[in-house]
């Protein structure tokens, strides 16, 4: 029918005593700005609280919120930003929410502390989860059934995922529109917010050196702006290393302090991102998409796709093909 608004899907974000405006902005510069350049409707954010009312933040300021538990219990996305105290219990009332979420089968989401939030509730028992590093040791006390990884900016454990320190939220949350709109929307998103489109999750909180702080560094970044442009090619640590005028070994260990990561794991990361294009679009065998993107064998596409998107390339390009996404 003409005129009728269509809806997008619900996220709920819960506020909370003592937040920093900027664990709540995430979400809503992500999912809460409206936008007009896409053709099909946004997410529909709504903030909560435990309790309706005024929520004190940092800096001597108060959000209101009309909504409490029932409608952050409602949304298909819910986000916990964070816990006014990672050594308090959670709240019943807020553990029988989350708990009556998870079973009808919402998206669950912590960012930094909020990963106490959820494990309170028993959602991460037998799980491997993250939180922010100065947490970590005592999210690990205190839910021993949890597996404590600290080393990694977000985990995607199906319909439950957690982040590490706020920014690494940013991180999730784009991951999330790259699941359900694909990596161009994510893209276009990250751009204007200004931040770098994709960071994988297995990416180490920690980086010794976020930009390049000497010459070394810098032939590292040239390095890599080589292997985008050549994914096609055979390339191993030693031909980065030769294109960087380092040995292997010192190759190995800048470019873990420039990013966070290995060579090869980054390196298989561009790959798949540079065929979610063709399988969105296209109609070439999987065996050309994974040749085009430099897999050796169509064999090794899947595995890495499928560990990197938890679905299989012909999935994947049936669900953008048919508008399932």
Known sequence: MLGVRRR??????????????????????????????FDFPWYELTICADTPGPVRVVGGAALHTEHG??????AETLIV???????????????????????????????????????????????????????????????????????VLYIDDGPVLTSAGSAAGLDLCLHVIRLDHGPTVANMVARRLV???????????FVEAPVPADPEDDRVARSMEWAMTNLTATITVDVLAR??????????????????TTP?????????????????????????VAASVGFDTAVTFRHHFTQAMRTSPSAYRRAFQTGAA
């Open 8 to 37: 997008g899907p619900t996220v709920s974000v819960l506020a909370f005593e003592g937040m920093s405006v900027f664990e709540i902005g995430i979400v809503s510069e992500v999912f809460g700005l409206p936008r007009p350049e």
């Open 69 to 74: 538990l029932d409608a952050f219990a409602a």
């Open 81 to 151: 930003p964070g816990v006014p105290d990672v050594h308090a219990p959670v709240s019943p009332a807020l553990a029988d929410a989350l708990r009556a979420a998870h079973d009808r089968g919402a998206r669950i989401m912590s960012i930094c502390s909020g990963a106490f939030a959820l494990a309170g509730a028993g959602l991460l028992d037998g799980r491997r989860a993250t939180t922010h590093w100065r947490y970590a040791e005592t999210l690990r006390a205190r839910h021993p059934a949890v597996e404590v990884d600290a080393d």
């Open 195 to 205: 931040v770098q489109p994709h960071r994988d999750g297995g990416q180490a909180q």
């Open 243 to 260: 294109r960087a005028h380092m040995s292997p070994r010192t190759y190995l260990r800048h470019f873990a302090r420039a990013t966070g």
């Open 264 to 288: 090869i794991r980054w390196l298989i990361t561009q790959r798949v991102h540079a065929s979610l294009p063709l399988l969105e679009s296209g109609s070439a065998p999987i065996e050309e």
